[in-house]
């Protein structure tokens, strides 16, 4: 499959949304709401869950399903509220030792005046540096369209996972094109060139995993992450606060080298 059909696949109607991989794979789901500065933004979905029993924080972009609720939901383009919404569920995490665990599903952060007053690019950048030294575990897996600093602030974590057909990138195809070639028609030509695809991500060592989506039904790929996140967020509960932090620091030095262990 080319880099483009993974784009269109990610962007497909019907592709399940971050709330509802939270409610098939979580139990007792709680959703926590405002950033206690602005207000409550319904594009970022966060709260606290049980993972076979142990207490995690969860936190997704959610796009809605049908018209309306995309609307209200503003396609999963976060406000900065939405970012500091997030940032204090996971200071809420750390206070009392629960890992955190991200989907990633967005176009990008909303551009708008309102956002940008509020303070939009101060929000991503805040979220960037607390994550790289939140003392809990982070897996952040991308499950859709995963666009520049929107998606970046909540993928700064010690594993980094990946749907099959997800993209993730620092622009879109089209953005891309546009800037490039001013032509929006070279949108598969651009795709190409940006490399985002799951399969050269994991070759550049940005994600750890690729998840399979190919001939499997929702509820498998679920069952399969719940077991892959219980496994891993064990391992990672047991290493002490210092080495977990080093570990992410050396995570993120060696993206971009493809030859590193």
Known sequence: MEAYDRVTAARAKGRPTGLQYIQTI??????LHGDRRFGDDPAIVAG????CGMPVTVIAHERGGDTREKVRRNFGMAHP???RKALRQMKLAEKFGRPVVCFVDTAGAYCGIGAEERGQGQAIAENLMEMMTLNTPVISILIGEGGSGGALALAVADEVWMMENAVYS?????GCASILWKDKSKAREAARCLKMT???LLQMNVVERIIP???RSFSQICDGLRSDLLETLRREKEMEPALLLQKRYERFRRIGSPDAD
């Open 213 to 215: 989506e190919a001939e």
């Open 48 to 51: 606290v869950a049980q993972l």
């Open 81 to 83: 509220e939405g970012y």
């Open 170 to 174: 620092v622009i879109s195809p089209e």
């Open 198 to 200: 799951a399969q050269d």
């Open 26 to 31: 979580f139990s007792d789901f709680i959703e």
